[in-house]
Structures are given as C-alpha cells and as structure tokens.
C-alpha cells in the first residue's frame, strides 16, 4: 500500500515551495520595513499555557501530544472505564501543538520581560495546528505570519498594521476589502439591546454572519438565551449600511449611552481618518473576530475576486499577557494566512514569473574534459548572482535537453571540442531555440539581459 500524509496537511514540491517562498518574502520584507523583528517559538507549549485562550470552540481544535514513556501509569482502572475524554486528556497529555502565533508570543513576552525593550515589535512565520475539519482553503496545519506590538496602548500601531496590510495585498496584486470593527461597540451594541452578559454569545453567533447568514445567526441567539425584543434590536445594527462616515455617526447615536461604544466609535474613527478614509478599508459591524481576547479595533482581509474565508485577520488584546502574571500590557497585531493566500494567488494567477524561476542555465556535459571546464564556468555564473548547474553524467544530448525542459531551465550551454580549444561557449536560448556563440563574460550577460 503507498503511503500517505494525515488529511488537512500538504506535501509542497520545489514549484509549490519557490511559490510560497515569495509570499513569505514578501510580507517578511514589508514587517522589517516598518521595523519588526523576527522571533520563533517552539511547535509545542504546555497545554496550561493554550488552554482556555481560545474559548470553549479553540479548546476543542487543540491537538494534544501524549506524555512520553509509559503515559498510562499516574491513570488508574476506574478512570479508564469511566472513560471521560477530558479527564483523561488532561491526565494524559502535557503539552499540545500551537493553535496560533499570538498566545505562544505572549507567554515569550511575559518569559523574556527583563530582555525586552518596549514597545516591542515581532514577527513571527511559522505552521500552526487546528483539528479542524479539512475543506477547501481550510487546513490542519497551515502558516501564520504574524505581527504583533506590545507595551503600545497608542492607535498608531493600529494603523500601521492598516498600511501594512495594504503594502503587502498591493504587492501581490491582490485586490480586497479591509474591514474593521471595534469589540468595545460590541459591547456597547448588547448593553443597549439589554444583553450585556450575552457579549461573547453575540460575537460568536454574528461573527458566522457570512458563513451561514442571517437568519442562522438569530436561530443561534435564541439558543443562547436572547430575547425576541434584543434579537429584534439587534438587526437593523448588523443590516447597517452607508459610507464608513454615515455609518460611525449613525452608530455615535444609537451607542450614545454607552461609554465602551463611544470610545470603540471613537477608536475606528481616528483609525479611518488617520489613513484617509481609504475606499478598501471598510467598517463593519458584523465583523466580531470569535476568539475571546480581542478588546478593541479588529480587522479582518478578503479577497474580492476569489470566493474564499478571511486572508487576514487580527486585533487588540489588552489583556492577553495577564493570563500569564503580567497585566496591563497592551498588544496590537496581524496574522496572514500563507495558505489561502497562496490559493488565491493561484486562482488568480498572480505570481509573478521569477517567482518559480529555478535554475537558469544548465551546462550540457559531453565528457570528462569538458565537464570540468562546465565546472570552473558554473563557478563564475554563480558568483555573478546567476544560478546554474551542470549536468552530472556524460548522457545522451537528447536526455540532457528533455531534463531541461522538463526543469523549465530556459538556457542551456554547450562545451564541445571547438569551444574548449576557443575559450568559448555555445548558448541555447531553449524558447526560441536560437543559438550563439560567446565568451564567458558575453555569457554573464546574455543570462542577465
């Protein structure tokens, strides 16, 4: 029987890999150019320290990694017939893989305070794991390219990461709609439809607005306990529309007595008129991110012309780092997802070409003598930035050819007899088929050209 990977993971080959490559380098050299710097973190945490940080839904998608040596000694019969999966997990498993980038980077924060200086500003590009149910652009094991300030409460953060989301969907061509929302109106929206201890309940259900539409939504607010009276308030808020300026003064005076919406209307504002009340960043109250430790502005990406989930997403966390002894730091940050970025640009075909572009010219080899001249000029290609390699046995030019075609190598360079007593090389452009003869130097640049 072959073998097999694990549903919801991927092998990547070399196309797959140089594709990727771009996109990591890509929003690699935006995150430096704003002054990030790069950190990672183990694939493992202890369990203590991911669980409870993603709500009761994250909780359960936590792959759970079995103690080492003989795992079942500290369990005793009577729990193994009791056969309490909680139980048992928390008596088993020590350590799980990491869901996501952001609490791993708040315990290094809170386990390297003295080392670091503040504001601090990461980022990290790294897999993550989720026992999710495999789809389309959804996976098991995925990337995250995250950024992340912390020890900032300043809003100015909150629009650099704007402008940076902005910088790397430009770059890739890709054309989206940035939304924006604000927990703390949120918060505000259920203190005014009388359902203040309902938040996390109404961010969860109207964050699946998309996914599974409105009356969905309100089906699962019942569920949860909410009034038909605070059901009804609540639509004519989520089926707000206008400009991003109509909709802040119209929500300025349906939140007018709440101090948290106030100030989450507040917070978007400066954010939208800082940017220039930019036509692809747009507020939205839908928008309500389901995991537990956002606190104020919240951002979410999609693409406009692929059918796909969110390709961007993050927040502010005021409170995240006191879950592990360290309160009042404030944090702000941005996640990627490599994946479906990746897909996109696939759908799209957006790559550019030196993206996939390997070897650029390949040294034809006729036989000992000429394969170490191949050798000492492969040497100078390469010092010139070209990458270059030589064919390593001395087969036939048919197979030689079909190799570099089948490489998508687009030179090949040819050293017979007549070109090791000239000094020279014979150049094959493997598109057009046309040839010439150069010297080394002539070679260098012809592959620059």
């Not at 900032?152 to 054309?175: A, K, P, T, W, Y």
């Not at 059901?231 to 300025?252: W, Y």
């Not at 570099?404 to 493997?430: C, H, W, Y």
């Amino acid at each position: 029987m072959k073998p097999s990977i694990p549903k919801g993971t991927r092998d990547f080959g070399p196309i797959e890999m140089a594709k990727r490559n771009y996109i990591f380098n890509t929003i690699r050299d935006v995150y430096a150019r704003h002054g990030y710097t790069q950190i990672e973190t183990p694939a493992m945490e202890n369990l203590s320290t991911l669980m409870g940080k993603y709500g009761e839904e994250g909780d359960k998608l936590l792959f759970k990694i079995l103690n080492s040596g003989d795992f079942l000694s500290k369990v005793s019969d009577g729990e193994l017939i009791e056969r309490s999966t909680l139980r048992l997990a928390a008596r088993l498993c020590e350590k799980g893989l990491r869901y996501d980038l952001t609490v791993p980077f708040a315990r290094y924060v809170v386990q390297h305070r003295e080392e670091l200086q503040l504001p601090f500003k990461r980022y990290q590009i790294q897999p993550v794991w989720r026992a999710d149910r495999p789809q389309r652009g959804r996976y098991r094991e995925f990337y995250q390219c995250d950024a992340d300030v912390v020890g900032s409460d300043s809003l100015l953060n909150e629009v650099e990461l704007v402008e940076i989301m902005q910088e790397v969907f430009c770059r890739f061509g890709i054309r989206v709609c940035i939304k924006i929302n604000n927990r703390k109106i949120l918060t505000g929206i259920a203190e005014v439809i009388g359902a203040a201890d309902k938040i996390v309940d109404i961010t969860v259900a109207i964050d699946k607005l998309d996914k599974i539409g409105l009356d969905a939504v309100n089906d699962e607010l019942r569920a949860d306990g909410l009034s038909e009276e605070a059901i009804q308030k609540l639509q004519p808020i989520i089926n707000l529309s206008g400009t991003n300026a109509e909709k802040l003064a119209t929500m300025r005076q349906v939140l007018a007595d709440t101090e948290a919406g106030l100030k989450g209307i507040d917070e978007v504002e400066f954010v939208l008129r800082t940017l220039g009340m930019p036509s692809d960043v747009d507020f939205d109250l839908t928008l309500a991110r389901g995991l537990n430790y956002y606190t104020g502005c919240i951002f979410e990406v999609k693409a406009l012309d692929v059918e796909i989930g969110s390709i961007t997403g993050g927040g502010r966390y005021d409170n995240l780092t006191g879950i592990f002894g360290m309160p009042g730091l404030s944090g702000v940050g941005i996640s990627f997802g490599a994946d479906r970025i990746y897909d996109v640009l696939d759908q799209l075909g957006l790559y550019p070409k030196d993206a996939t572009q390997g070897v650029r010219l390949l040294f034809i080899n006729f036989g000992e003598r000429e394969a170490t001249r191949c050798l000492q000029l492969a040497r100078q290609v390469r010092a010139a930035g070209i990458s270059a390699e030589v064919y390593p046995d001395a087969a036939k030019m048919k197979k030689q050819m079909s190799y570099a075609n089948a490489r998508q190598i687009p030179f090949v360079a040819l050293i017979g007899e007549q070109e090791l007593a000239d000094g020279t090389i014979s150049l094959k452009n493997m598109t057009t088929g046309e040839q010439q003869t150069l010297s080394p130097e002539q070679l260098i640049a012809a592959l620059r050209a």
